[in-house]
């Protein structure tokens, strides 16, 4: 019976949310689809409480390139890469801030977290133009199945599975599997295993 609820409370969300998506095809070929996408995540993210979680996922069920069911996106969360995965039972809370992130099962991000695409998602080689016309390399961040991620952190590389990275910690280098990473730079504290 509560499969059957959660379905429906899933399929009516598909249904309200269905104006912005729209809206979201429409922009996208004049904008640019990251862009479109951006736009409409901070209308999304203002949705509150529970029925606003429900319709952020329906949102990003319509529009991300991986985004399962039951993922849960927080109010105030923003994602601006079309081009994220979102696997089964991913929890990514508050005002979180993702970019080209690959989030793989049962990941939870805590409160203010911050994924951008990669480190040097702005190029700053040339001194005689502006950082802002300088680009930058996009680089895809995956977090490993089954990792914490504690509040207020910036993942600039991959995290492997089974590994907790410490609230307030800079991951600047990638994780091993099931380690305990804190500080900034965030470095290993103790063995899961």
Not at 93 to 103: D, F, K, Q, S, Y
Not at 108 to 131: N, W
Not at 138 to 145: D, K, L, M, S
């Amino acid at each position: 019976m509560k499969s059957l609820i959660l379905a429906a409370i899933r399929s009516i969300a598909m249904l309200l949310i269905l104006p912005w998506v729209i809206s979201h095809k429409v922009w996208s070929p004049l904008v640019g689809v990251d862009v479109s996408l951006e736009s409409h995540s901070q209308w999304v993210s203002l949705l509150p409480g529970t029925s606003g979680d429900w319709l952020r996922t329906a949102f990003y069920r319509w529009t991300l390139a991986e985004c399962h069911p039951t993922v849960i996106v927080g109010f105030g969360a923003l994602i601006s890469k079309a081009e994220t995965r979102l696997a089964a039972h991913v929890y990514i809370g508050p005002r979180c801030i993702l970019g080209l992130v690959t989030l793989e099962a049962d990941v939870l991000l805590g409160p203010a977290v911050q994924i951008p695409s990669g480190p040097m998602t702005h190029g700053i080689e040339r001194l005689d133009v502006s950082i802002r016309s300088q680009p930058g390399q996009r680089q895809r961040i995956t977090v490993g199945r089954d990792s914490w991620i504690g509040g207020g952190s910036i993942v600039l590389a991959d995290v492997q599975q089974q590994t907790v990275v410490g609230a307030g910690s800079i991951v600047t280098k990638p994780t091993g599997p099931r380690v305990i990473v804190v500080g900034n730079p965030a470095r290993p504290l103790a063995s899961r295993e």
